[in-house]
């Protein structure tokens, strides 16, 4: 016959796990769903619109602040190997999507700065770039759910196209401010726009090595290839 208490303490503790993974997929949602915002109000060049993004980022970290107690509350419970992994995985992966969430409001705002002047072209080379960084989110996420290591080996893998539209946006922008002085602050605001985007890439990639770990544990990760090569571009 079975101890009905710990029975309970078993249920309470995975229902503390299911909890924990639920508010962690959630913000990864909400940090996604914040860059897309982002992207949208570049091309409507919308500040309203923008302002209400900024101050959203407030509830991304708000619901940190939840998972944080909720890790502690799990971790004081003796957790098993597995267990500490998730836990673990799970601080780490929050703190990924915050800075996910950090970087779409810093779009954002620098988005209220670009509206002021005159509309460049290469809005479209940020929106592609914004686009794959959405979908980078949104993978890794549903790979953490899952816990799918293929799903998320292909994030890690991806985050090269992400480096090749960055790295020839920045090219773009560079040759465009050596043509025309006058576009030089809202080429800046874009660079700066897109460096916040590529760096989203970059933490979806952080996630995904963290589905590896929690499913693996501290097996060597395959090695991945980076393409951002704008710091040793030489423009003509």
């Known amino acids: 016959m079975g101890n009905p208490m710990h029975d309970h303490i078993v249920k309470s503790y995975d229902e503390e796990q299911r909890r924990l993974l639920n508010e962690t997929l959630r913000m990864g949602e909400m940090a996604a769903a914040q860059l897309q915002a982002a992207l949208d109000v570049v091309q409507r060049r919308d500040d309203k ?107 890690r893998a991806r985050d090269a196209e992400i480096d090749v539209a960055y790295t020839a946006l920045f090219r773009e922008l560079l040759t465009y401010m050596m043509e025309d002085a006058r576009s030089i602050t809202a080429c800046t605001h874009l660079l700066f726009m897109a460096k916040n985007i590529e760096r989203i890439g970059d933490h979806a990639t952080n996630i995904a090595e963290n589905v590896w770990f929690l499913v693996k544990g501290e097996e060597q990760l395959p090695p991945r290839e980076k393409r951002d090569d704008s710091s040793t571009t030489v423009t003509p």
Not at 72 to 91: F, Q
């Open 49 to 155: 619109a923008a302002e209400r993004i900024i101050a959203n980022d407030e509830a991304i970290d708000a619901l940190e602040q939840e998972v944080s107690h909720d890790v502690m509350k799990l971790a004081l419970r003796g957790p098993m190997a597995r267990d500490l992994r998730e836990i673990l995985a799970a601080i780490r992966i929050t703190a990924d999507i915050e800075r996910i969430g950090d970087y779409a409001a810093n779009v954002a705002k620098r988005s209220t700065a670009l509206n002021v002047l005159p509309p460049l072209p290469h809005v479209s080379g940020l929106q592609a770039i914004g686009v794959l960084a959405v979908q980078q989110v949104r993978d890794v996420m549903t790979a953490y759910r899952d816990s799918d290591i293929e799903l998320a080996q292909r994030v």
